[in-house]
């Protein structure tokens, strides 16, 4: 326990050291009014404070880097302008010692390798922070990659992410902006990502599902996972010999066709199947010369419910008919408010947006700067967007961005038409309203059927005494926090004098002394003379003591950067 004490505290002097070189530090030495012990940034290395935050993340390591690529697909944590940069945010590992890497396969699968696999590749296909993948081929000719987890690698991010509630609750302590942005639920999130990500038995079952679900569907293809040969730190699937869609070749392969499956397959996953892909970035998108498409690295996905599907095609209606109101309340609606929302403001600023997004045709909408802004305005109003959601957002962005470099011409309204009448109709068809009408009339009959038991229920708690009824008000709560702090007081006053009559009564009839010193005495003295401090602090400081305004400070460190 010592040792991973010291370990920590050696690993928090790090970060101070790499957050100082990074210019995080300034912010301190204005609060300390010192400049000594940091290392200054020149006017060239002291760029924006996103592109930092990249740089500070990738000298930190693999445990941040990975940090910063979860935060990367989080738009409803984090503001557009860092989202750019932790987009280009890279893992830069060393690749293991092919007989450390040996070694951790064999125990992964607890067989000898030359049992398992004909032919291992030494050398790489990819290397990470987590993870280091390998081509091989099995002893009945099949053509496999080998994803295996580093050693000891959960072990040391574990380290890391306590390190960093750590840091996450004292910014939340110190930083008044910080509840805006939430740090300790940022680190929960990533916390339940990266343990997520390190159980490659997850990933194998999502591949699962995706292949269940595409099995009758052509165009959109995924890796078949090699059951007998996956555990929790070993992932064996299907190599699939393709073409990089950012490396296409236009004269061999049709770009509008593969933007075509990749516009249906990912209707398909969020309306018809609940479950997408939430990752589909060009690296892990690939093309074969027949026109299939196939989506790898199915670690990241997301689930979508019927009623948040239903919700998204109300969203998607509003926003095309620009109608400001019911997209605020169907975002406010698809959201958790954690704090009171002026709806009419947070109307007015969508009305902003679709203003300027929609001023031309549906088909040249910049959807993913439209997409960005909202979850940027919903973040500012304190409307906290699931994450599933957030993931889906993301997702739909990058999609596009994908679909717009392979065909900038692709008519996006003409391909998304047939799924959105389809939509329209299933949702506000006859027969979907009369789905809505027998649901609506099934609850009512429930309800007046309970009533009589609720009303009976009432009058029976009446009679034996037994119903209780709860009055909550601010005022009230503020009422019975003094009486207990002035209690609190109280009895502190009543001890410390007790401590001094008593230190006073043992000076004059006992003397125990050490070295001429009379201990007993001085040690209740001190006592009182602590609680007399703590007390003192107590009242002059309690409910005084304001976090960290970080704008104001920024902006005193501009003005100083200026003179």
């Not at 990241?300 to 998607?316: E, M």
């Amino acid at each position: 326990m010592l040792r991973t004490a010291l370990h920590d505290l050696e690993r928090l002097s790090d970060i101070s050291k790499v957050m100082a070189r990074h210019g995080f530090d300034q912010i301190a030495e204005i609060v300390r009014g010192t400049k000594e012990g940091a290392t200054r940034l020149t006017d060239k290395e002291l760029v924006g404070a996103p592109r930092r935050f990249k740089l500070l993340l990738q000298d930190l390591g693999p445990t941040f880097i990975k940090l910063g690529q979860v935060l990367s697909t989080r738009p409803d944590i984090m503001p557009s302008a860092y989202i750019t940069e932790l987009k280009t945010l890279q893992n830069k590992v060393e690749p293991l010692d092919f007989a450390v890497i040996s070694k951790a396969i064999q125990d992964g699968l607890g067989k000898p390798l030359d049992q398992v696999f004909a032919r291992l590749d030494e050398k790489p296909l990819a290397t990470a922070s987590i993870a280091q993948v390998h081509r091989a081929e099995l002893p009945d000719g099949r053509k496999v990659v080998v994803k295996v987890q580093r050693p000891g690698i959960d072990k040391t991010i574990r380290a890391d992410v306590d390190l960093l509630y750590v840091l996450a609750r004292l910014l939340d302590a110190t930083i008044e902006e910080s509840g805006l942005y939430r740090p300790v639920e940022i680190v929960k999130e990533f916390e339940k990502a990266i343990f997520e990500e390190l159980d490659f038995l997850r990933e194998a079952r999502n591949a699962r599902e995706f292949r269940r679900n595409f099995e009758d569907r052509a165009g959109l293809v995924f890796a078949e996972v090699v059951e007998p040969l996956t555990t929790r730190t070993v992932l064996v699937m299907e190599f699939l010999e393709g073409t990089k869609i950012s490396e296409i070749d236009r004269a061999r392969h049709d770009p509008a066709k593969a933007a075509g499956i990749l516009i249906e397959s990912f209707f398909r996953m969020v309306y018809e199947d609940g479950y997408f892909h939430g990752d589909p970035h060009p690296g892990n998108i690939m093309i074969f010369d027949d026109g299939r498409v196939a989506l790898l690295d199915c670690g990241l996905v997301g689930r979508i419910t019927k009623g948040t599907q239903d919700l998204l095609t109300r969203l998607s209606l509003a926003v095309a008919m620009k109608d400001a109101d019911a997209t605020a309340r169907i975002v406010y609606r698809l959201g958790t408010p954690t704090d009171r929302v002026n709806l009419l403001q947070f109307r007015d600023e969508i009305q902003g947006l679709l203003d300027r997004y929609m001023a031309g045709k549906l088909d040249e909408m910049d959807a993913g700067s439209l997409i960005t802004e909202m979850l940027d305005l919903s973040m500012r109003y304190r409307i906290r967007i699931p994450p599933d959601c957030a993931i889906l957002a993301k997702a739909a962005v990058t999609i596009e961005g994908v679909v717009r470099g392979l065909s900038p011409d692709l008519d996006i309204k003409k391909t998304i038409e047939p799924y959105g009448k389809r939509l329209l109709s299933e949702q506000f068809g006859l027969a979907a309203l009369g789905r809505q009408a027998t649901k609506s009339a099934l609850g009512l009959m429930d309800a007046i059927q309970d009533w009589p038991l609720q009303i009976n229920q009432i009058v029976s708690d009446l009679e034996s005494g037994r119903l209780t009824v709860r009055v909550s008000h601010d005022e009230l709560n503020k009422l019975s926090r003094t009486f207990n702090d002035f209690g609190s007081k109280m009895f502190l006053g009543l001890l410390t004098c007790g401590l001094i009559v008593g230190s006073a009564f043992l000076l004059s009839r006992y003397r125990i002394e050490v070295g001429g010193v009379p201990i007993l005495p001085i040690v209740g003295f001190i006592a009182a003379l602590s609680i007399i401090t703590i007390v003192f602090w107590w009242h002059v400081l309690y409910g005084r003591v304001k976090k960290i305004r970080l704008a104001f400070w920024l902006g005193l460190f501009r003005k100083r950067k200026g003179e």
